[in-house]
């Protein structure tokens, strides 16, 4: 069974060994889980945001587990780009493994200032531009309008960016205005999607309204599915798709990519279920794609799309 995907990028093409990946902030930087598992199984891995100078995020504690999933108010904590690629880049496996750097800013200026330094970095395979964080102060400035989102874009062409470049997008927008987004992004350089950030419509859930931040797991499942089936459907091949959002099953992660992914990312099952989830999502997708005849993980991509 090949299990390899391939992102096209602006010059220079990422073919990953498989389609199961971290999502950004489930490995931290990946060093903190490097000793529970073997990082190079993966298809690859997204650190954790990486903004131009450290940040100390928001005050603790600001990760709750709740009977509807995990409600995470991080806020971006990392020690920034510089420190990131002195000291925690050279000893993740990027010769073995893909490193997708996931870069978030407040301004125009530093993401361009961000996708330039780590785009000098030999380390970095591809990068993905958060910019849907639901859990800082200055909320989502770029998603607010396609004017917003395009002088970004616009600004970021203006970088070398041979390699791919995924953004992540957000999960609770009506789709006529998520459509706008997307035609925006059609028109640059960017060759991915990560559908989708956290879910932060809590109805019917028993959550505290005064408890603060996104839910990941469960909540995500089918909302975060369903987005991604709309998408393909609107923008076929134009976008490579990585779907996120409660995959604790191959069979989760199998109706993601039958819906038009073609990279799984996870975030909550790694915290309920542990490392061996690499595994578990890996052998089930490659037993579900021969159960049901496909050679190949990209033949299976959007099957069910109509």
Request: proline fraction near 6%.
């Given at each position: 069974?090949?299990?390899?995907?391939?992102?096209?990028?602006?010059?220079?093409?990422?073919?990953?060994?498989?389609?199961?990946?971290?999502?950004?902030?489930?490995?931290?930087?990946?060093?903190?889980?490097?000793?529970?598992?073997?990082?190079?199984?993966?298809?690859?891995?997204?650190?954790?945001?990486?903004?131009?100078?450290?940040?100390?995020?928001?005050?603790?504690?600001?990760?709750?587990?709740?009977?509807?999933?995990?409600?995470?108010?991080?806020?971006?904590?990392?020690?920034?780009?510089?420190?990131?690629?002195?000291?925690?880049?050279?000893?993740?496996?990027?010769?073995?493994?893909?490193?997708?750097?996931?870069?978030?800013?407040?301004?125009?200026?530093?993401?361009?200032?961000?996708?330039?330094?780590?785009?000098?970095?030999?380390?970095?395979?591809?990068?993905?531009?958060?910019?849907?964080?639901?859990?800082?102060?200055?909320g989502?400035?770029?998603?607010?309008?396609?004017?917003?989102?395009?002088?970004?874009?616009?600004?970021?062409?203006?970088?070398?960016?041979?390699?791919?470049?995924?953004?992540?997008m957000?999960?609770?927008?009506?789709?006529?205005?998520?459509?706008?987004l997307?035609d925006?992004?059609?028109?640059?350089?960017?060759?991915?999607?990560?559908?989708?950030?956290?879910?932060?419509?809590?109805?019917?859930?028993?959550i505290?309204?005064?408890?603060?931040?996104?839910?990941?797991?469960?909540?995500?499942?089918?909302?975060?599915?369903?987005?991604?089936?709309?998408?393909?459907?609107?923008?076929?091949?134009r976008?490579?798709?990585?779907?996120?959002?409660?995959?604790?099953?191959?069979?989760?992660?199998?109706?993601?990519?039958?819906?038009?992914?073609?990279?799984?990312?996870?975030?909550?099952?790694?915290?309920?279920?542990?490392?061996?989830?690499?595994?578990?999502?890996?052998?089930?997708?490659?037993?579900?794609l021969?159960?049901?005849?496909?050679?190949?993980?990209?033949?299976?991509?959007?099957?069910?799309?109509?």
């Amino acid at each position: 069974m090949n299990l390899s995907v391939t992102l096209k990028g602006q010059t220079h093409d990422l073919t990953l060994k498989n389609p199961v990946l971290t999502a950004s902030g489930t490995f931290g930087y990946g060093l903190e889980f490097a000793s529970y598992g073997d990082l190079a199984s993966l298809g690859g891995l997204v650190t954790k945001g990486l903004s131009l100078m450290p940040r100390p995020g928001n005050p603790t504690p600001r990760i709750v587990e709740t009977t509807a999933g995990m409600l995470n108010a991080v806020g971006l904590q990392n020690d920034g780009v510089e420190d990131f690629c002195a000291r925690k880049l050279p000893l993740l496996p990027w010769q073995e493994t893909a490193v997708i750097a996931n870069i978030y800013a407040a301004t125009v200026e530093e993401f361009s200032q961000l996708a330039a330094r780590l785009n000098a970095e030999e380390g970095v395979a591809a990068l993905e531009v958060n910019v849907s964080c639901p859990n800082t102060h200055v909320g989502e400035p770029f998603t607010a309008t396609p004017e917003a989102l395009d002088r970004l874009f616009t600004a970021l062409d203006k970088i070398d960016r041979p390699q791919p470049t995924l953004v992540k997008m957000p999960l609770n927008k009506p789709w006529g205005e998520y459509k706008e987004l997307l035609d925006v992004l059609a028109e640059h350089n960017v060759q991915g999607l990560s559908i989708a950030n956290l879910q932060k419509d809590r109805t019917g859930l028993e959550i505290p309204r005064d408890w603060e931040g996104g839910l990941s797991g469960g909540p995500c499942t089918n909302a975060s599915t369903e987005l991604i089936r709309k998408v393909y459907k609107e923008y076929g091949d134009r976008f490579a798709i990585a779907g996120i959002g409660g995959v604790f099953t191959p069979e989760q992660a199998y109706a993601k990519i039958r819906s038009g992914s073609s990279l799984v990312m996870f975030i909550s099952s790694l915290m309920y279920r542990g490392p061996q989830q690499i595994t578990v999502l890996k052998r089930g997708l490659a037993q579900l794609l021969r159960r049901d005849g496909f050679e190949h993980v990209s033949d299976a991509v959007g099957v069910d799309v109509e």
